[in-house]
């Protein structure tokens, strides 16, 4: 990728280095990304095509057992990658409180089948209960998806592949910018919290205490971020990140091998078979 994975970074100088230590960087930086863990080093196009094909496969098939299949098979993804850690039990609070609202609401509201209960216009039926726990299976089938991709894959690496396939350099830093503002935003504020906090002014308890605490927090966080910007402007100069000719690049993918074809093939034709075949089973 043609921009630093920090351009706030300083630019190393090779002062209190010797020759050897630069060669040594130079070689390091030379190798592929390899982060030890097969799922973890697919390329991030074929994980974003297999995660994308497990999508379709949710929205597509009818019925609950697919949709709810597909979240099964996405938890099985994140243990094999081994980032179930972090995100089954993210997983789970999305189940237990979009789901569970996504589930109720289209429930109440369908009236099909038995009728187990009613009051007013609020109807609780067979047909609406598989209509809702299809429907929140299904949108969590979507989100696990986007999760598990970002779980699995940096930002960074999305970009530098984007890259590698003729992306310009200006959208992905761009892209890349921008998420990092959301990373960094967060920081600040937590970092200016510690600090009222330090002085004694009460930012935690009740909803009133945290929104009188957040207030005094907006200026300085946006100051801060408004003073990162011209850093990661200024060091996007000393880069020559606007200079004409081929960018080079500090990290380097690994270039996608016959593993990530064949599964990446395997998932787009299994959907295809798949949604065929539910199609002319539904006809």
């Not at 990728?1 to 010797?18: H, L």
């Not at 109807?123 to 299904?138: E, N």
Request: include cysteine; aromatic fraction near 6%.
């Amino acid at each position: 990728m043609s921009i630093p994975q920090n351009p706030a970074s300083p630019v190393p100088t090779g002062e209190g280095t010797d020759e050897g230590d630069l060669e040594q960087m130079a070689r390091e930086l030379q190798q592929p990304i390899h982060r030890g863990n097969a799922v973890l080093d697919l390329d991030p196009i074929c994980m974003a095509v297999i995660l994308a094909c497990l999508a379709i496969i949710a929205v597509a098939l009818p019925g609950v057992i697919a949709p709810a299949s597909v979240c099964v098979v996405f938890a099985l993804i994140s243990i094999a990658a081994g980032v179930a850690r972090s995100f089954i039990p993210n997983y789970l609070k999305l189940f237990a409180v979009v789901g569970l609202i996504l589930f109720v609401l289209r429930a109440i509201f369908v009236d099909e089948g038995t009728v187990l209960w009613s009051l007013g216009p609020l109807v609780v039926s067979t047909g609406g209960i598989l209509f809702g726990l299809r429907f929140a299976l299904v949108v969590m089938a979507l989100c696990g998806a986007v999760v598990l991709y970002f779980a699995l894959t940096p930002m960074k690496t999305l970009m530098l592949a984007l890259e590698s396939r003729g992306v310009t350099p200006r959208a992905t830093y761009v892209v890349l910018a921008s998420f990092q503002s959301i990373t960094d935003l967060g920081r600040n504020a937590r970092t200016v919290m510690d600090a009222q906090r330090s002085r004694g002014i009460e930012t935690e308890g009740g909803p009133i205490t945290r929104i009188r605490a957040f207030g005094p927090v907006l200026a300085p966080v946006f100051l801060a971020a408004m003073n990162q910007t011209e850093e990661r402007a200024l060091a996007l100069d000393a880069r020559a990140f606007n200079a004409r000719g081929t960018h080079t690049n500090l990290a380097q993918l690994r270039r996608v091998g016959p593993f990530a074809i064949v599964l990446t093939v395997i998932a787009v034709l299994v959907t295809i078979v798949l949604i065929l075949g539910g199609v002319l089973l539904w006809r």
